[in-house]
């Protein structure tokens, strides 16, 4: 429970912060063995012909099996997608910010800035095999989904 009230407080005040101080500079970076990760479930290294998108299930994601339960429970929200540029599933107005990152420009929703920090890194675990996320203030999710359309 405690962990909880700390994740919110932590969206909070980011969000405070971030209204009253401005943008702050966002970055997102794939360590080497996330990018080994994923280029061995894409098969391949050239994404050229497709879109990454960092996503976070809200009701309005696309390949959602399942958009029950709480929020508050964020160890299986996140995502990364990789998709065909003209898949016809993907709501492009949500995804409205891009940021350029060590496997390519990866897309947002501007709404989501509020649940990350400043330096974000995607990871691999090899002992519980999954991504996750973590950034300069600790581990924001150990569990990234990886899904890929092509």
């Known amino acids: 429970m405690n962990s ?6 932590h969206y ?20 080497d063995s996330a990018t080994n990760y ?10 050229s012909a497709y879109d990454v998108i960092i996503d976070y299930v809200d009701g309005n994601s696309p390949y959602t099996d399942n958009v029950n339960g709480c929020h508050c429970q964020v160890y299986d929200k996140y995502r990364i997608l990789i998709v065909s540029k003209d898949d016809e599933n993907i709501k492009w107005d949500k995804y409205d910010k891009e940021l350029s ?3 390519g420009t990866v897309h947002y929703p501007s709404y989501y800035e509020v649940m990350f920090n400043q330096d974000n890194k995607f990871d691999y675990s090899e002992t519980n095999f999954t991504l996750y996320l973590k950034s300069e203030a600790g581990i924001i999710t150990e569990q990234v989904q990886l899904i890929i359309k092509k």
């Open 38 to 47: 994923i280029y061995k479930k894409f098969g391949s290294t050239d994404t």
């Open 4 to 9: 909880i009230i700390i994740s919110i407080l």
């Open 12 to 31: 909070v005040l980011k969000y405070i912060i971030n209204n009253l101080l401005g943008d702050v500079s966002m970055k997102f970076t794939f360590t």
């Open 101 to 103: 990152t060590n496997i």
